[in-house]
Nanobody, 124 residues
Framework: QVQLVESGGGLVQAGGSLRLSCAASGRTFGTRAMGWFRQHPGQEREFVAA????????YYADSVKGRFTISRDNAKNTVYLQINSLKAEDTAVYFC?????????????????WGQGTQVTVSS
């Protein structure tokens, strides 16, 4: 069993920045690919970014490419999402997830464990 806890969400003005964190605990059994997803009310969960188990490879959704950066510190069992140049459409609940794979994955069904989500709200 793996537990994931997101933090760092909040209310930020458009153009501002946030850094989300996801701390993993429990029986992690080494590293796995990690991802960030977001969800708007009434919509399905949307892929945002993913990072391989080693941290050597990353992948981003087109909507966030160039503004968001995913990173990880395996010694701390923590994954981060740096969000810059925030836009109103970035407002959503952001979830981190742990995949069964070492490789980057972009669909929710390829992730085994999920955090509770953290709210990001962008004012304009």
């Amino acid at each position: 069993q793996v537990q994931l806890v997101e933090s760092g969400g909040g209310l930020v003005q458009a153009g501002g920045s946030l850094r989300l964190s996801c701390a993993a605990s429990g029986r992690t059994f080494g590293t796995r690919a990690m991802g960030w997803f977001r969800q708007h009310p009434g919509q399905e969960r949307e892929f945002v970014a993913a990072i391989s188990g080693t941290g050597g490879n990353t992948y981003y959704a087109d909507s966030v490419k160039g503004r968001f950066t995913i990173s990880r510190d395996n010694a701390k069992n923590t994954v981060y999402l740096q969000i810059n140049s925030l836009k109103a459409e970035d407002t959503a609940v952001y979830f981190c997830a742990r995949s069964y794979s070492l490789l980057v994955k972009i669909t929710a069904r390829e992730y085994e464990y999920w955090g509770q989500g953290t709210q990001v709200t962008v004012s304009s």
